[in-house]
T-cell receptor, first 112, second 113 residues
Framework: AQSVTQPDIHITVSEGASLELRCNYSYGATPYLFWYVQSPGQGLQLLLK??????LVQGIKGFEAEFKRSQSSFNLRKPSVHWSDAAEYFCAVEGGSYIPTFGRGTSLIVHP | DVKVTQSSRYLVKRTGEKVFLECVQDMDHENMFWYRQDPGLGLRLIYFSYDVKMKEKGDIPEGYSVSREKKERFSLILESASTNQTSMYLC????????????FGQGTRLTVV
């Protein structure tokens, strides 16, 4: 079975500060990994995804994530946060079933 | 632009009513999903469909059923709505390939009173 853990329910950062959101997954083989963002009252939008190859992947809105097999992690980073980045962030894993499993989400709060 | 459309953004229903949540996608995707989103619990899969008239139970199917009569439409049915089904419901679709993400609708906020 596949699973995802996002250990931080809330993260608060100041505008302009760097950001790292944690994601740990459980899956027997190399998984397909995703980060999605959800603005208030909206559906989920894909930020980036990893399938194979380079372990550092770039996404939209200046986000990047690094796949670390040894740590079963896929942490999301951004060097400088903007107030518009305040949202809910979800990590997801997909094995061979085409069904993504989501973490519980991390709510990002940005202080001016 | 790809699109998944959920018929209602907000719904208020009474306990015991039969409720239909509709979802339509225009991307010719085989896979469609219904998730329920609650604070602190993330997205939990209710039902999944990989083809017309095909469906599989997800993690929390109790109290729900689904219908997929056409490829583009996937309906979630609450046979007898209860207050503990008050939630945000998200529909998604994806092609049957391992390198593609799911595309989500805007969500339906259902309140059962």
């Amino acid at each position: 079975a596949q699973s995802v853990t996002q250990p931080d329910i809330h993260i608060t950062v100041s505008e302009g500060a760097s950001l790292e959101l944690r994601c740990n997954y459980s899956y027997g083989a190399t998984p397909y990994l995703f980060w999605y963002v959800q603005s208030p009252g909206q559906g989920l939008q894909l930020l980036l995804k990893y399938f194979s190859g380079d372990t550092l992947v770039q996404g939209i809105k200046g986000f990047e994530a690094e796949f670390k097999r040894s740590q079963s992690s896929f942490n999301l980073r951004k060097p400088s946060v903007h107030w518009s980045d305040a949202a809910e962030y979800f990590c997801a894993v997909e094995g061979g079933s085409y069904i993504p499993t989501f973490g519980r989400g991390t709510s990002l709060i940005v202080h001016p | 632009d790809v699109k998944v459309t959920q018929s209602s953004r907000y719904l208020v229903k009474r306990t015991g009513e039969k409720v239909f949540l509709e979802c339509v996608q225009d991307m010719d995707h085989e896979n469609m999903f219904w998730y329920r989103q609650d604070p602190g619990l993330g997205l939990r899969l209710i039902y999944f469909s990989y083809d017309v008239k095909m469906k599989e139970k997800g993690d929390i199917p109790e109290g729900y059923s689904v219908s997929r009569e056409k490829k583009e439409r996937f309906s979630l049915i609450l046979e007898s709505a209860s207050t503990n089904q008050t939630s945000m419901y998200l529909c998604a679709s994806s092609p049957p390939t391992k390198n593609t993400e799911a595309f989500f609708g805007q969500g339906t906020r259902l309140t059962v009173v």
